[in-house]
């Protein structure tokens, strides 16, 4: 079996302690697209000090707190990616300007007009750039035991970034893997 086999829209992909890549450092990736041609995700840990309202005041308002641009990887900083948890009920296949990911949780076109959308929102994130993967390149990584493929819950995607969501995550997962989470920042420090 791949080692990529579990890797779907919507699954986290959760650093291992030993990944010390500045970029991916005990992060957390939400798959958006995983196909033969390579995999998109976004970080959902890193907020940066960019607030939304100063590079896309329409949708600022509407962000999740806090409003800052998160940072989604080092591919293509200057794209915006925008995530929302859809309210109960509704229908992402239906409705324009937004695309499923899985569940409740949907890519959102922001060149749409808020308006139209944000009441059917729980909440919604934006982010600067994405990360990303070339066919086998990610199954690589995996196998190499770089990446801890883990299923999402669509309040992840919305999660604060005072809380330790790369611990919170682990933790859920029950053992072994939530002794992880125990895994100090610096071992230096241990």
Not at 10 to 26: E, H, I, K, M, Q
Not at 43 to 63: K, Q
Not at 125 to 138: I, K, N, T
Not at 174 to 183: I, N, R, S
Request: aromatic letters at 6%; proline letters at 8%; hydrophobic letters at 45%.
């Amino acid at each position: 079996m791949r080692p990529d086999a579990d890797v779907e829209p919507g699954t986290l992909l959760v650093a291992s302690p030993g990944l010390l890549d500045s970029n991916f450092r005990r992060t957390v990736v939400y798959v958006i697209d995983h196909r033969g041609e390579g995999t998109l995700g976004v970080v959902l840990n890193r907020p940066s000090e960019v607030s939304v309202d100063d590079v896309l005041p329409a949708w600022g308002p509407h962000v999740t707190e806090p409003s800052a641009v998160f940072v989604g990887g080092p591919v293509d900083p200057k794209t915006a990616l925008c995530l929302a948890a859809m309210r109960t009920g509704e229908d992402v296949s239906a409705m324009a300007g937004v695309i499923g990911v899985r569940g409740p949780v949907a890519l959102v076109d922001l060149d749409s007009d808020p308006d139209t959308l944000v009441s059917r929102f729980r909440g919604m994130r934006v982010f600067a750039g994405y990360s990303g993967w070339d066919v086998d390149q990610l199954a690589g990584e995996i196998d190499r035991g770089d990446w801890i493929v883990v299923p999402a819950l669509p309040s992840d995607v919305l999660a604060s970034p005072s809380e330790d969501l790369w611990a919170r995550v682990l933790r859920r997962q029950g053992m072994p893997l939530a002794l992880l989470a125990t895994h100090p920042v610096d071992v230096k420090n241990n």
